[in-house]
């Protein structure tokens, strides 16, 4: 259930299936750079397609580059040997790191007048150390902002400067990548010495192997010092494929040994050269059963089927370390992150946010400068998950939801970062907690088939006309008019009902007969034709999908409440039927009851019911119809359950 605000996900059940991974964001970035910094023209191949590639496509065009689309997931760039034909631009770059840094020491170096500019975060975001070496080099960079961020302005400069830079390894390695990518564009010998601890050195090896494709060997001394040779010339390789995302890849596998699997992902594998690929021996080292080839890994549960704690060093795969985090909800013990200092840098001070949200659904977090530690709780709660704009929390908080209540995702358009499509993805690959859906007019059977049907699967049942009424009850109750739509809209968030077999309970009374009575029913269809009294009990019915699975009885299960309900039914019967039904009912109530009467009344109801302009009550797309008139109750719970063995489900 998506609105544009927020995704709502349902309890997830299992996880098995396969995916295919968008190609990676740090790959993508970087060939399409390379590519336009060389001679030659470049197919890039498998590329990301998302916000981030976008930043840099659009750079690279405003900078004079030609980069034509070649059809899926491709690009034909034509290089420049080093020379941006535009020497006077201004470039937005959103929140795109993988573009800003390295551009800004691109252009540093490049000579030529340019302003880069990104929104607010990206502004809050350090660039100083990058700006200091370029400086180093002979650039001339103006902030216009704040001192050591961004936006900044690059004017044209003599670059003779020195031979030798340093640049701080530990805030982020975007700095030292930018920085050896731009260095061929100099004419001489330069070495760059990193201080401080390198931080994400298998981002630093993507770059290695992405400039040794496009023709430059830099020597290097360890982690600690970096030489780019005089004469150093980008020359395009012709073709390249770009991996899939590694990191992208965490959200699957986890899901996969949460949701037992086996889930398989394809386009990374043993062989990559993305550092996060080792998120896999972390899930390892949890418990997970992981198997791998060339180019696909796939996960499973552990034997026992629960995960464990870990107590891990997460430097080397600090972007799927946050994925650990969300799995860390499933584990047995308390499970510590460390050497992750580089998260309160990144698209939002991650450690922060992680926190945050973590505690929402339950855990103890206990948060330090450079690690997190996560005391998972005894239940996993439902939450309102806040993104901060960060795809990686989005994707991430996805896992929360094989808690038992499913999960709320905020914003959570923010993927479109590295991955457009990933919520259809990972639906594809999760199965959530089954909801049979059945609708129908007023006494038609649906509620006595509907529980037995519950019954016979151990399944949960959810009589949604029941809240419609408890609604009309309380409402007498606390002399709230039926006309009044924002006090009966707040009655329904307050209220609070308990089913317990054929026991109903509202704000802690047994509820008697004057439920299932007809003025009741009345009261009930005025309140129910109110959009906003519908849309506050939403949430009340969502919260009955609990694991085995849930038999929904009501007007709207399918269309409205349940869209994605395993199987969807339309149950009727003529009014005749119902009536004659409904006047039994009563009688063995001991209720005073007359046919003609009834059948007047259903008749209203149902015109009313199908005529109201919010959630009409109407055969959903999707739904067969099943008509009663001439099947007893247990023939037509027969014929519910064969349809739903007929769609795969085990009765
Ligand atoms: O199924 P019932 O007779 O208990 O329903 C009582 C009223 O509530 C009826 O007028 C229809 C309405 N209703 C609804 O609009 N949507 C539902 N999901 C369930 C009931």
Known sequence: MTSEN???????????????????????????????????????????????????????????????????????????????PVKDAELFLGNAGTAFRPLTAALALSGGHYKLSGVARMHERPIGDLVDALRALGANIDYLGNEGFPPLEILPATLSGAARVSVRGDVSSQFLTALLMALPLLDREVTVEVVGELISKPYIEITLAMMARFGVAV??????????????????????????????????????AIGGGPVRIEGVGRDSIQGDVRFADALALMGAKIEQGTNWMEARAPQSGRLRA?????????????????????????????????????????????????????????????????????????????????????????LAAFGAEGMRINNPGCVAKTFPDYFAAFASVTQAVPVIAIDGPSASGKGTVAQRVAAKLGYHFLDSGALYRLLALAAQDDGIALTDEAGLASLAERMEVRFEGEQIWLD????????????????????????????????KQHAFRRSPGLVADGRDMASVVFPDAALKIFLTASAEARADRRYKQLKEKGMDANIAALLLDIRLRDERDTQRSVAPLQQAPGASLLDTTALNIEQAVQEVLTSYSAKGFKI
């Open 310 to 398: 870990i107590d891990l060093d997460c430097n080397h795969i600090p972007d799927a370390a946050m994925t650990l985090a969300v799995a860390a909800l499933f584990a047995e013990g308390v499970t510590t992150l460390r050497n992750i200092a580089s998260w309160r840098v990144k698209e939002t001070d991650r450690i922060a946010a992680m926190a945050i949200e973590l505690r929402k659904v339950g855990a103890t977090v206990e948060e330090g400068a450079d690690y997190i530690c996560i005391t998972p709780p005894a239940q996993i709660r439902h939450a309102a998950i806040d993104t901060y704009d960060d795809h990686r929390i989005a994707m991430c908080f996805s």
């Open 508 to 539: 802690g009374v047994l509820v008697g007969d004057e439920l299932r009575g007809e003025q009741c029913a009345a009261a009930a269809s005025k309140v129910a034709s109110l959009p906003m009294v519908r849309a506050a009990l939403l949430n």
């Open 6 to 84: 927020f995704i709502d996900l349902p309890p997830l059940l299992s996880a098995r299936g396969t995916i295919t991974l968008p190609g990676s964001k740090s790959i993508s970035n970087r060939v399409l750079l390379l590519a336009a910094l060389s001679e030659g023209t470049t197919e890039v191949r498998d590329v990301l397609l998302s916000d981030d590639t976008e930043r840099m496509v659009d750079g690279l065009r405003a900078l004079g580059v030609k980069v034509e689309p070649l059809g899926d997931n491709a690009y034909r760039v034509t290089g420049c040997g080093g020379n941006f």
């Open 219 to 256: 020597q290097r001394d360890g982690w600690c010092s970096f030489t780019v040779a005089p004469g150093s010339r980008y020359v395009s390789p012709g073709v390249m494929y770009v991996e899939g995302d590694a990191s992208s890849a965490s959200y699957f596998l986890a899901a996969g």
